[in-house]
């Protein structure tokens, strides 16, 4: 069992930045793909982006290309999301989402494709 735990989120006015870290206690996270989604109140879960076991390959969704940088740390056993150049509509739950895979390259982009989830961090962007 991957227990995840996501941190970092909170307010904050358009434009500004925040940085969501996800991390898995008792557990390594070096064969999982991970992944970071959100969901706005009232609409779906969507994949924000994603990044490969080996932590070469990334995936973005459209609205946050050249705002957001997905990592991963391998010793700290820690993936981020740094977001910047928040928008209002960036607002939403954020989840770290886990599978894991026997190829490094793998990576997913659809939540049912990953097993492990963390309870989400709040992120609100003002205008």
């Known amino acids: 069992q991957v227990q995840l735990v996501e941190s970092g989120g909170g307010m904050v006015q358009a434009g500004g930045s925040l940085r969501l870290s996800c991390t898995a206690s008792g557990r390594s996270l070096n064969a999982y793909a991970m992944g970071w989604f959100r969901q706005a109140s009232g609409r779906d879960r969507e994949l924000v982006a994603a990044?490969?076991?080996?932590?070469?390959?990334?995936n973005y969704t459209n609205s946050v290309k050249g705002r957001f940088t997905i990592s991963r740390d391998f010793v700290k056993n820690t993936v981020y999301l740094q977001m910047n150049s928040l928008e209002p509509a960036d607002t939403a739950v954020y989840y770290c989402a886990a599978r894991r895979a026997g190829y490094s390259g793998s990576y997913y982009i659809d939540h049912r494709q990953y097993n492990y989830w963390g309870q989400g961090t709040q992120v609100t962007v003002s205008s």
């Open positions: 990044i490969s076991v080996s932590g070469r390959t990334l």
